[in-house]
């Protein structure tokens, strides 16, 4: 993707070595997100070549995303794709829009990488829903979660309601969402939200930190690893054994390859 249609959309793209990081570039309004932006993320998704291994995501200034650009719930809002101009469509048509929008979520998913939210500041709506969709959260003591779509008399759509869930339980979740109350650091790390909370000038030497240590095994080792985590919890005893089984026979055959055997 080219530097304009990244600066358009709000992003940077950098890439070190084998980790890329992806920067919400909009600190003026707190890192809000467009449609223009979730549509740009979804194409770089698409983008990132395979020697990548860790992608992280983070804010440019002090917060990480306020969530939705508020503008984009306005009918009048022009120049720009809203969320506000769904409400005129067809259900299928405004699915089949979501469902793109979606995409600039769900590539962070993808058992290539590992994705890291770095977190600081504000994590809002759409904004918890991104750092959600990462594998792994580090945040700032900073940091205030909080999903807000209830509070607008909407529900979370961003694919953000399924990792929440995995990460604290029905209960919880349920509680955060209807809510929309903060959820601070302190008490991310305690639920499982975070892997840990640091001073906000710390942030990204201890994500750089982890992401060494992501890199740092046989890559086929960490993507067939992510593979079999990410849907364990939904597969019988049986089935796991058995991807296990198999993901194990593909390692030892790569491993084999590098010793020339």
Do not use: H
């Not at 530097?3 to 990081?21: H, K, R």
């Not at 929440?164 to 790390?189: F, K, N, P, Q, S």
Request: charged share 25%; with cysteine.
């Amino acid at each position: 993707m080219d530097a304009e249609t990244l600066t358009n959309a709000g992003l940077q793209y950098a890439m070190d070595g084998a980790v890329a990081t992806i920067t919400l570039d909009r600190p003026a309004v707190r890192n809000a997100q467009t449609p223009t932006m979730w549509r740009a993320l979804a194409a770089l998704g698409q983008e990132i070549p395979d020697d990548v291994r860790v992608v992280v995501v983070k804010g440019a200034g002090p917060t990480f995303s306020a969530g939705l650009d508020r503008s984009m719930l306005d009918p009048s809002t022009t120049g720009e794709e809203s969320v506000a101009g769904l409400l005129g469509r067809p259900d299928d048509e405004i699915s089949a829009t979501i469902d793109d929008f979606q995409q600039g979520f769900t590539f962070l998913r993808d058992p290539r990488f590992v994705s890291i939210a770095a977190v600081q500041g504000y994590a809002i709506g759409a904004g918890f829903q991104l750092a959600l969709s990462c594998d792994l959260r580090v945040v700032a003591d900073d940091v205030q979660f909080s999903m807000k779509e209830s509070a607008l008399g909407l529900v979370p759509d961003l694919t953000g309601t399924k990792p929440l869930v995995e990460c604290v339980g029905y209960a919880r979740a349920l509680e955060i969402c209807a809510t929309a109350r903060m959820v601070g650091a302190d008490e991310a790390v305690g639920i499982g939200l975070a892997l840990t909370a640091v001073p906000a000038d710390e942030l990204d030497a201890t994500v750089a930190d982890l992401a060494a240590a992501l890199t740092a095994p046989l890559a086929g080792a960490v993507r067939e690893t992510k593979a079999l985590l990410q849907g364990a919890s939904d597969r019988s005893l049986d089935d796991q054994r058995r991807l296990e089984r198999e993901a194990q026979i593909r390692r030892f055959r790569e491993l084999a390859a590098l010793m020339g055997q």
